[in-house]
């Protein structure tokens, strides 16, 4: 008898503290959600925008399921709500590059980033219509979808990541298409058609290019892209970068004043040759239950061969060399588990594996805040709904996860 009293004392104690911790979470969401949405809201002329504005971001934090009009109306006002936010959404001119300026300054301000990632998102469509679907095969799923595919620009750290820009990748088959961009009212200086490559890093640009942010590496697994190609736009946008190539990526090894040594050879082989090199190094592997973890790093100066001009001087955009090559074992195995290229090159191979961890805290986040806030979840077929509605939806990830980095915060301390 005394136990079952001890035992349910202890369950009456635990429902309290759950209640307890549900009223402070909700507490500290609600602050940040004031504070971002006047913050980025305020470039709105109307009030009834700012208001409009502030109702779907609760809508997508507060509705279950998917984060659709109907469903997120349904929690305050009905048929009179959905037409609202419908047209706030598809039919409205609100700027959503400003909003998106102002939310990554938000960021950078209040979760001080360590790197923009780039990362990039499927979203499988059952129909032709929705802006920007066509049917390819994903090398990365090893299957051909029926599906939107994006760039997302996620303001990244240790504790948190947050989306802050995007770019819907559109194929010929809708820009050569005048009927279907005109039913999608995209826009004409979207031409022509750009490489999924330089969608990726036209997101990175546009973003740093309108407003008044720090200039963070840019991290970017491109093994589907062409190496030179990227790093050439990098340079060229003024952007310093981390990027992941494949093991087969041809590279040219250098020494301290540039001279080629050895030819081309591909980078696994260049860095299984420098096992010497190797050092331990500590990371985080963001999973569900972060883990610390121990790597072996080397980095080499390496090229990239063929510039694209002898004119260009080194480190200028057309240049391919003065780079580094970083290579990650884990397991003990015999060549490297990841290579990664980086103009990074007064970086420490522990603090660059740190950095290219970062992605893992991206792909963490966007399964468990950006899909449970419904950033897949648009189902109109116009260009600016696609991308007024994913700017809410990364507001909403933003107080997420500005609110629970500021709980896991307050608990340690």
């Not at 960021?107 to 990362?119: F, G, M």
């Not at 390819?136 to 299957?143: D, S």
């Not at 620009?153 to 559109?170: C, F, G, K, Q």
């Not at 010929?172 to 995209?186: K, M, P, V």
Request: aromatic letters at 6%.
């Amino acid at each position: 008898m005394q136990r079952q009293d001890t035992q349910r004392r202890d369950t009456q104690r635990q429902d309290v503290q759950r209640q307890v911790h549900a009223a402070d979470h909700a507490g500290v969401r609600e602050e940040v959600l004031t504070e971002l949405c006047s913050v980025l809201f305020a470039s709105l002329p109307r009030r009834d925008q700012r208001s409009r504005g502030v109702e779907y971001v609760r809508g997508l934090l507060a509705a279950e399921g998917r984060k659709s009009i109907r469903n997120m109306a349904a929690l305050t006002g009905g048929a009179t709500t959905e037409q609202g936010l419908h047209h706030f959404v598809s039919s409205s001119t609100w700027d959503w590059a400003q909003v998106r300026g102002r939310l990554a300054q938000y960021l950078a301000r209040v979760a001080l980033p360590r790197a923009w990632v780039v990362r990039p998102m499927i979203v499988p469509k059952a129909g032709e219509h929705s802006v920007g679907v066509d049917r390819r095969y994903f090398p990365a799923l090893g299957q051909v979808l029926n599906a939107q595919q994006a760039f997302g620009v996620w303001a990244a750290s240790d504790r948190m990541s947050s989306p802050v820009n995007w770019r819907l990748h559109l194929s010929g088959a809708w820009l050569d298409d005048g009927r279907r961009r005109t039913r999608a009212s995209i826009p004409e200086t979207l031409s022509p058609e750009e490489t999924l490559g330089e969608c990726a890093i036209e997101a990175c640009r546009e973003l740093l290019a309108g407003h008044r942010l720090p200039l963070l590496p840019v991290v970017l697994d491109a093994r589907e892209a062409e190496a030179a190609t990227t790093v050439r736009q990098l340079r060229a946008a003024g952007l310093p970068f981390l990027i992941r190539v494949n093991g087969t990526q041809l590279l040219t090894r250098a020494d301290a004043t540039a001279s080629v040594r050895g030819g081309e050879r591909p980078a696994h082989q260049i860095m299984g040759a420098a096992r010497e090199l190797r050092r331990q190094a500590v990371w985080t592997d963001h999973g569900a239950v972060p883990v610390t973890r121990t790597s072996l790093v080397a980095v080499l100066r390496v090229g990239l061969p063929g510039r694209s001009s002898r004119c260009d001087p080194p480190g200028q955009a057309g240049d391919l060399s003065g780079l580094l090559l970083l290579g990650e074992w884990r397991d003990g195995g015999r060549w490297p588990a990841a290579l990664w290229l980086t103009d990074l090159t007064g970086g420490r191979p522990g603090a660059l594996l740190r950095l290219s961890k970062l992605i893992g805290r991206v792909d963490r986040d966007c399964a468990e805040i950006a899909d449970q806030v419904g950033v897949r979840d648009y189902a109109g077929r116009s260009f600016g709904g696609w991308h007024r509605h994913i700017t809410l939806a990364s507001a909403a990830h933003a107080i997420t996860a500005v609110a629970g980095s500021a709980e896991r915060a307050s608990r340690a301390s």
